[in-house]
């Protein structure tokens, strides 16, 4: 059982190194955005080249992150994390000294596959760590930080790139890996996913009985199915993991390619895509304990909120990815303008969502995954009065605090539904899922919008073109949230009064909603 305790000093690193770790990819999903215009011009290169750069990094992450916790069960998740710490770090090195747009999509490709593994493993850790007394005050206190990661990344990013240059932006991770690395191996304890000894304290309902016979019955059952979360013999998904990355990597290229590929190759890749697809749901189906295990859907609120999920973060996805060169190429802000502007929304979120949450749960998820998509449509509709000259207390900051307050509306509730939906074993399971499935709606969005909105290759250089295809793009962007917001209505009802509820209370990521660990009355499973 763990039982480290927050205030003791190795509480505080192990809360520091998790800190760190997580606040590497959470940067990165922030800052990129801001650099985008200014790695175009300095790679001389068309705007797929910004799709992929953006996209390399989501597609494994998106494709990866949930056999990334499984390996932390298996092999320990202390050494997984540390494995991801040091991947994050020299993938991103390569990308900072990327001397051309195809190493620098290469190398944001191999981040994503960092991101996978440290991405669950600094919230494993804590959860493996902590005593149970302390571990809902740990989790909060990790996401909040966090979230303040998140909220100073364009900020920082814009400066990196109007001062030093946009290859910083990466090379920032480096001395923050140097930190956290050595704090992990000397200071956290080592943990996997095997079942506590018989008679502990948090025994789980899936021993079936307290008694030592009890758990051991059902170790030797999870044992015999081949179960890999932290059981010697288990099978890991490795063919579920690698169809299902190579069919969302086919359908980006076919989209990216559209306007310009050559008719049979996207055609080609768009065919194959779907055949992956397909070949990873019989794979799913099949294998013994699947990445994806497809009964979890048999849920109709799970499926509903999940499809309510793809709705919001693709529209969150085109915006982020879009807005950022907007402010830049169209409005003639710095990097650090458009990188500040957007600040609203994140500190919105840190500051409120834990209250949206409680709200909530007071009135059900109805109502708030109703009216947040809403709000975001209503304030992605109010970026269409900024454009050449636009002022920011006038224009911009109006419809960014109107989209982060929809966004704080939703984004706890969306969890808490997600969580409360499934059975309380399966909550962890369920988390990974819909946050796969959150950064695989914004990686499809960064792909589709610039083809559906007819957007050339060359429209980030013109401010002309730019803005007439981003103004199209906010209104099918508001267009999918009003959609997310009506699946939401018709079909979201209030969860059982004794459900499992949400350890992360403070999120501040905008792009995919908070992950949460797998437990089952106070002890990690």
């Not at 709606?441 to 792909?447: K, R």
Request: overall charge positive; proline content about 6%.
């Amino acid at each position: 059982m763990p039982d480290v305790r927050l205030a003791s000093p190795q509480g505080r690193w192990i809360l520091l190194t998790t800190v760190l770790g997580s606040s590497m990819a959470l940067l990165d999903s922030t800052v990129v955005n801001v650099a985008l215009p200014r790695i175009g011009r300095d790679l001389d290169a068309d705007l797929a080249v910004l799709q992929w750069t953006v996209n390399a990094y989501l597609l494994t992450l998106a494709g990866l992150i949930l056999l990334g916790g499984s390996l932390g069960d298996h092999y320990g998740r202390r050494k997984v994390f540390v494995v991801g710490v040091v991947w994050f770090a020299a993938a991103s090195l390569l990308c900072g000294l990327a001397p051309n747009a195809g190493v620098l999509i290469a190398a944001r490709a191999l981040q994503g596959v960092g991101g996978a593994l440290l991405t669950p493993g600094s919230l494993a850790l804590i959860q493996a760590s902590f005593h149970r007394d302390d571990r809902g005050r740990a989790v909060g206190l990790w996401s909040g930080f966090g979230g303040i990661g998140a909220a100073v990344g364009p900020f920082l990013g814009g400066w990196l790139v109007d001062g030093p240059g946009w290859r910083w932006v990466f090379l920032l991770n480096v001395p923050l890996a140097v930190v956290c690395v050595p704090v992990a191996l000397r200071h956290v304890p080592e943990s996997d996913g095997r079942p506590a000894p018989s008679g502990a304290i948090g025994e789980t309902a899936e021993a079936a009985s307290s008694t030592s016979e009890g758990a051991a019955a059902a170790h030797a059952a999870r044992s015999a199915k081949g179960d890999p979360h932290g059981r010697s013999g288990g099978r890991f998904d490795v063919l579920g993991a690698f169809l299902g990355a190579l069919a969302l990597a086919l359908v980006t290229y076919a989209l990216i390619e559209a306007p310009s590929g050559p008719v049979g190759v996207v055609t080609g890749a768009a065919v194959a895509g779907v055949a992956a697809g397909a070949a990873f749901v019989a794979v799913e189906r099949r294998h013994p304990d699947p990445m994806l295990p497809l009964d979890i859907f048999a849920s109709r609120q799970f499926t509903a909120v999940n499809l309510v999920t793809l709705c919001v973060y693709a529209a969150f996805g085109g915006f982020f990815f879009l807005s950022a060169v907007q402010l830049q190429v169209v409005v003639g802000w710095s990097a650090l303008g458009a990188g500040t502007a957007l600040l609203p929304t994140t500190v919105l979120m840190l500051l409120l969502s834990a209250r949206s949450g409680e709200l909530a749960e007071r009135i059900g998820p109805r109502i708030p995954l109703t009216v947040g998509p809403l709000l975001c449509a209503a304030g992605m509709l109010l970026m269409l009065r900024v454009g050449p000259g636009a002022s920011y207390a006038a224009d911009v900051l109006p419809a960014v605090l109107v989209l982060g307050c929809g966004m704080v509306a939703l984004v706890a509730p969306l969890t808490a539904t997600v969580l409360a939906s499934v059975d309380v074993a399966r909550a962890g399971v369920a988390s990974g899922v819909n946050n796969a499935a959150a950064r695989a709606a914004g990686l499809v969005a960064v792909a589709a919008l610039p083809l559906l909105t007819g957007m050339s290759e060359e429209a980030y250089r013109s401010a002309t073109a730019f803005d007439d295809a981003f103004r199209r793009a906010m209104v099918l962007c508001a267009g999918v949230l009003a959609l997310g917001a009506v699946v939401a209505f018709t079909t979201v009802r209030r969860p059982a009064p004794d459900c499992r509820r949400p350890e992360c209370r403070t999120h501040g990521s905008v792009l995919a909603p908070p992950l949460e660990g797998q437990r089952t009355k106070g002890r990690l499973t």
